[in-house]
């Protein structure tokens, strides 16, 4: 069985400021690790994965992600937050190999604001 | 590579009636997945195809849902006698082999409300 928390369903920073977005996993398997994107009335899109090579993934439009096995944890952040990053994230998770068919389990999301 | 396309992108029905959505995944895909999202939540998996294959489905998916994938292309859901709390956007997502290393194509989503 698979789960993500996302710890905080709001986040607000200024224009320019660090991103912080907090994911935590739980898996009885090896995962592999999502950062999807969402804006109002549109599907997902895929940010970043880690999918057991190197534990800091660093994916589109200036986010990285740093896989911690140990803390069972998988932030994503981007140094300095545009206006435009303004929409929901979500982390998901799904088995490596096995029969889960690559099926993911999403967390609950996290709404970044950006102020000016 | 048009992506994955789903129609209708919005639907409003009465309670009770049917609904049929519609989802075309990337061509070469074999793999196709449906979730859904309601508001304020991340997507739950609803069911996977493998090619024309119904290989998982979530206890999610009541006897009112069923779906399917003819010669593993295109595929349809169908809710019967549709209830409000079927009210949720129904996501389509694609992939091929070895998708799971590098993620899957996710398309607009069908907005369905129920009233």
């Known amino acids: 069985a698979q789960s993500v928390t996302q710890l905080g369903s709001h986040v607000s920073v200024s224009e320019g400021a660090l991103v912080l977005l907090r994911c935590n996993y739980s898996s009885s398997v090896p995962p592999y690790l999502f950062w999807y994107v969402q804006y109002p009335n549109q599907g997902l899109q895929l940010l970043l994965k880690y999918t057991s090579a190197a534990t800091l993934v660093k994916g589109i439009n200036g986010f990285e992600a740093e896989f911690k096995k140990s803390e069972t944890s998988f932030h994503l952040t981007k140094p300095s937050a545009h206006m435009s990053d303004a929409a929901e994230y979500f982390c998901?998770?799904?088995?490596?190999?096995?029969?889960?068919?690559?099926?993911?389990?999403f967390g609950q999301g996290t709404i970044l604001t950006v102020h000016p | 590579d048009t992506g994955v396309s789903q129609d209708p992108r919005h639907k409003i029905t009465k309670r009770g009636q049917n609904v049929t959505f519609r989802c075309d995944p990337i061509s070469e895909h074999n793999r196709l997945y449906w979730y859904r999202q309601t508001l304020g939540q991340g997507p739950e998996f609803l069911t996977y195809?493998?090619?024309?294959?119904?290989?998982?489905k979530s206890r999610l998916l009541s006897d009112r849902f069923s779906a399917e994938r003819p010669k593993g292309s295109f595929s349809t859901l169908e809710i019967q006698r549709t209830e409000q709390g079927d009210s949720a956007m129904y996501l389509c997502a694609s992939g091929g082999t070895g998708s799971e290393n590098y993620g899957y194509t996710f398309g607009s989503g069908t907005r369905l409300t129920v009233v």
């Open positions: 998901a998770v799904s088995a490596a190999g096995g029969t889960s068919y690559g099926k993911l389990t």
């Open positions: 195809f493998q090619n024309e294959a119904q290989l998982e």
